[in-house]
Every structure is written in structure tokens, then in C-alpha cells.
């Protein structure tokens, strides 16, 4: 699946931190694809101000491809779905959604 870099931000901070000795060991493996690397780094310029992650955006969008594991699919859908259910998901959410549930 192909994700821009607010994508990854994202999916990284709505990916649960707690659940089975498994299940974690999975969402690591998930959180470290989603990661950036020197090269991502030093493109985007990545850095934080105050609580706001900022990055520049290069022309065209810097887009990776990760391919989550089944059991890491399934825990973003029923994590996006429960924000769904309680009205939590922004606008932000919508690509995401549209690529995990539709």
C-alpha cells in the first residue's frame, strides 16, 4: 500500500500501544516501516515545533509502499473503525480510511 508521509505520521500515532505479546511484536515491526530513514529524513527536513510535527513536502510527494501484515491490517481497520463510531476521525483520516475500509 502506497502512503504519503502524513499517512505514515498518522497510522504511527493511532497504532495501539498496548494488546497481546504478539500483537505488539507486529505493531513494532508496523512502527518501524512507517518510520522514516536518513535519506527520507534529510529529504522532508523533518523536525518538531512545540506539539506540531513539521516536514517539507517535495514535489512529487515522497510515497512508500508498505505491505502490513494481516494481523496488522486487521488491528488499523478495527482502530480506525472505532474512531469512526465515536466521531474521533479527522479529516486528515480520510485517504487512510478509504485505502484500510473501502
Same mark, same amino acid.
Request: hydrophobic share 40%; aromatic share 6%; no cysteine.
Given at each position: 500500500?502506497? =502512503?504519503? $508521509? @502524513?499517512?505514515? $505520521? @498518522?497510522?504511527?500515532?493511532?497504532l495501539p500501544?498496548?494488546? /497481546?505479546?504478539? +500483537? @505488539?511484536? @507486529?505493531?513494532? $515491526?508496523?512502527?518501524? #516501516? =512507517? /518510520?522514516?530513514? #536518513?535519506? &527520507? %529524513?534529510?529529504? =522532508? +527536513?523533518?523536525?518538531?515545533?512545540?506539539?506540531?510535527?513539521l516536514? %517539507? &513536502?517535495?514535489? *512529487? *510527494?515522497?510515497?512508500? !509502499?508498505? +505491505?502490513?501484515?494481516? $494481523?496488522? !491490517?486487521?488491528?488499523?481497520?478495527?482502530?480506525?473503525?472505532?474512531? #469512526?463510531?465515536? &466521531?474521533? =476521525?479527522?479529516?486528515?483520516?480520510?485517504?487512510?480510511?478509504?485505502?484500510?475500509?473501502?
Amino acid at each position: 500500500m502506497k =502512503l504519503s $508521509v @502524513l499517512e505514515r $505520521v @498518522l497510522l504511527s500515532n493511532i497504532l495501539p500501544a498496548k494488546g /497481546s505479546f504478539s +500483537n @505488539l511484536k @507486529l505493531l513494532r $515491526v508496523a512502527r518501524e #516501516d =512507517l /518510520s522514516f530513514d #536518513d535519506k &527520507e %529524513n534529510k529529504i =522532508l +527536513n523533518i523536525r518538531q515545533e512545540g506539539q506540531q510535527v513539521l516536514w %517539507n &513536502e517535495p514535489k *512529487p *510527494p515522497l510515497m512508500k !509502499t508498505i +505491505n502490513f501484515g494481516e $494481523v496488522a !491490517t486487521e488491528i488499523i481497520k478495527k482502530t480506525l473503525r472505532e474512531m #469512526d463510531k465515536k &466521531e474521533e =476521525l479527522s479529516a486528515d483520516f480520510l485517504t487512510i480510511y478509504e485505502k484500510f475500509i473501502t
